[in-house]
């Protein structure tokens, strides 16, 4: 196990079109982060899974937002109809409960640009 | 206000220098807190975990202050591959999971 992964690194897409992204966490973390960070800023919560139940959502996460962690392990994050406020880098991050001084690891993120 | 500030930068000190940076975060109940480290267009990774009683990780110092509010990061003996955005990070409630960053100092160290 190398880390979180995140597919793709890069997605440019038209506006208007359905985007989806993927993030295969460490496999003994229970715990999974949804981040966006756009350029000057740090990253902001979107959403967080423990196993396969989404705990939180940001007030962030409008209805064109949708994440899933079907069966605890890889999670999803869809945008449909992408608008141009949607460019950003889309970060996945985990984690252990119980170990959370240990901080998150993260992806190396997916960079979206809506043209 | 906004729920975690830092000083932008950037700060351009020079290779030996000593540099500090200071964050601010205004829920009184935060439990724990970290500095992470984000290098240009790379994913953040974790600096260091900010304990009550301070700690140090080699050139690395970081106090908390719970009183004011703010935590701190100090650098000693700069080196260049310091340069890097370093984000104060504060999780309101222990083992909480909606952990809010700051916005990041940015910090170029020069030969």
């Known amino acids: 196990d190398t880390g979180v992964s995140q597919n793709p690194r890069h997605k440019i897409t038209k506006r208007g079109q359905n985007v989806t992204f993927r993030c295969d966490p460490i496999?003994?973390?229970?715990?999974l982060y949804w981040y966006r960070q756009t350029l000057g800023q740090g990253p902001e919560f979107l959403t967080y899974?423990?196993?396969?139940?989404?705990?939180?959502k940001s007030r962030l996460l409008s209805d064109r937002f949708s994440a899933e962690r079907p069966k605890g392990s890889f999670s999803t994050l869809e945008i449909q109809r992408t608008e141009q406020g949607d460019s950003a880098m889309y970060l996945c991050?985990?984690?252990?409960?119980?170990?959370?001084?240990?901080?998150?690891?993260f992806g190396s993120g997916t960079r979206l640009t809506v043209v | 206000r906004k729920e975690v500030e830092q000083d932008p930068g950037p700060f351009n000190v020079p290779e030996g220098a000593t540099v500090a940076f200071n964050c601010t975060y205004s829920?009184?109940?935060?439990?724990?807190f970290f500095w992470y480290r984000q290098d240009c267009r790379k994913e953040p990774k974790l600096l260091m975990s900010?304990?009550?009683s301070g700690n140090e990780d080699g050139r690395f110092t970081a106090q908390l202050n719970r009183a004011s509010q703010y935590i701190s990061l100090l650098i000693r003996d700069s080196k260049l591959s310091d340069s890097a955005t370093y984000l104060c990070?504060?999780?309101?409630?222990?083992?909480?999971?909606?952990?809010?960053f700051g916005a990041g100092t940015r910090l170029f160290v020069k030969a």
């Open positions: 829920n009184s109940a935060s439990q724990s």
């Open positions: 990070v504060v999780n309101p409630l222990m083992g909480g999971f909606k952990t809010i």
């Open positions: 899974f423990q196993n396969e139940a989404q705990l939180e």
């Open positions: 496999s003994e973390h229970n715990r």
């Open positions: 900010v304990y009550s």
């Open positions: 991050a985990s984690s252990l409960s119980g170990r959370e001084a240990y901080g998150y690891t």
